[in-house]
């Protein structure tokens, strides 16, 4: 019982060479681990998004050829990854809808959008896959170090521009959906950290952070946010306690009731809640368009619901709101442009995916951190976004596989002593 409290460094010495080693990793290794990450929230922003004298270089770009170069010239030759019925599935599915391209009405501009956004995604889902699979286990956590400092930053960068439209917060020149998933998967990495090096200190910050995730104002990414912590709760309560989970879920609460209730900062997260979700969510019935653009997605479906109207054909058709290119839910968005085929290679490819997640027992808390961030942005995808911004779920699923390998060889082990 108590070995399975221990932080998984602990025990790393058991486990096999076949795993490529759980030693040292290389500073190439944790410098390709920390660009993948930052690649990724990246997403498809330009250089002078950030810096506005800068030329307009693609980030993601720049990043994927860095991670390459890192991971290539000084990998270890051989990947643990396994491939697998989730990778072929989330292939076919990529493939098939770069295909219904083909048969989506004729739009210059959205033709070119849908297929730069679904070879992209390709791309980085590829990318997450290689270098994982190529790097050193020791080396994921500093995907999660960089998780850690990308959310924090992220949320003081947030707190220090103040309020944008309607109220809602983000930073460097991405939308507050964008903010509430880095800052919320930095919320993850404090809570993966603090077990994983068996120290209460990375908690520090949590408080921040979910401020952050309240005055994003994003009310799918609250919904998305709740389910994964409960699902992070679940999966550590035999590791950590009870206990532990109720202490820590009462210091948390009493540093947000002294924010709320004690500083300036607090009447914004007061007035910004009862605006998005009492009057505008509860009161008035607005969900930002999305209600009308879901029922838009399902009439799509049904008037083309063996092959769809193709990716970007969505944008040419739906008549509720002018200008908006996609449904903000993957699943309708995938049903309307790649009819009842699409939707069930999407639904194989969630199947086998789930399959890699880890809940509990024997996993590693890298495993179960994974785990939680591809529910999370799972749920989120239902609320906003197109295909490519659905990429950092691929990049946890790619992450949950691979500390599950460590986790049964080390189980093995286990019952071999």
């Known amino acids: 019982m108590n070995k399975a409290r221990e932080p998984l460094s602990k025990s790393a010495g058991s486990v096999s060479d076949e795993l490529n080693g759980l030693g040292k990793p290389k500073s190439t290794e944790i410098a390709a681990m920390v660009v993948l990450y930052l690649a990724f929230v990246a997403g498809d922003n330009k250089l002078s998004s950030i810096i506005s004298a800068a030329p307009d270089i693609e980030l993601r770009a720049v990043g994927v050829v860095l991670v390459l170069i890192l991971t290539l010239v000084r990998g270890n030759g051989r990947s643990r990854m396994g491939g697998g019925y989730w990778l072929f599935f989330s292939a076919v599915w990529l493939g098939y809808l770069l295909l219904s391209t083909r048969w989506a009405p004729m739009n210059v501009s959205s033709y070119r959008s849908a297929t730069a956004e679904l070879l992209w995604l390709a791309v980085m889902a590829s990318l997450a896959v290689l270098t994982i699979g190529l790097t050193k286990y020791g080396s ?90 409960l699902f ?11 206990r532990a989970i109720v202490l820590s879920i009462a210091g948390v609460g009493a540093a947000l009731g002294l924010l709320a209730f004690g500083s300036p900062l607090g009447n914004e997260v007061r007035k910004l809640l009862a605006q998005r979700v009492v009057t505008e969510a509860i009161g008035e019935g607005n969900l930002s368009g999305r209600s009308g653009l879901y029922a838009e997605a399902i009439r799509v479906f049904l008037e083309n619901p063996l092959f769809g109207v193709g990716a970007s054909g969505f944008a040419q058709v739906q008549t509720v709101i002018s200008g908006e290119s996609h449904a903000h839910n993957l699943i309708l968005s995938t049903l309307a442009e790649g009819g009842v085929l699409g939707g069930a290679v999407l639904a194989l490819a969630f199947y086998a995916c789930s399959r890699r997640l880890q809940f509990g027992g024997k996993a590693s808390i890298l495993a179960v ?42 189980s093995r082990n286990d019952e071999a002593a």
């Open 140 to 229: 994921q956590v500093h995907l999660w170090w960089s998780a850690y400092g990308v959310g924090i930053l992220f949320a003081l960068a947030g707190l220090a521009s103040g309020a944008g439209s309607q109220g809602r917060f983000s930073a460097f020149g991405g939308g507050p959906n964008t903010f509430v998933r880095v800052v919320f998967i930095g919320l993850l990495a404090a809570v993966v950290l603090a077990i994983y090096r068996g120290q209460a200190r990375y908690l520090i910050p949590v408080p921040l952070l979910v401020v952050a995730v309240l005055l994003s104002g994003s009310r799918g990414g609250l919904v998305a946010s709740a389910l994964a912590t």
């Open 232 to 242: 992070l709760l679940g999966a550590i309560y035999r590791r950590i306690g009870l």
């Open 369 to 410: 951190g994974a785990s939680a961030g591809a529910v999370f942005i799972f749920v989120a995808a239902q609320f906003s976004g197109y295909y490519f911004d659905f990429r950092l779920f691929f990049l946890f699923v790619a992450l949950a596989g691979s500390s599950s390998i460590v986790a049964k060889s080390e």
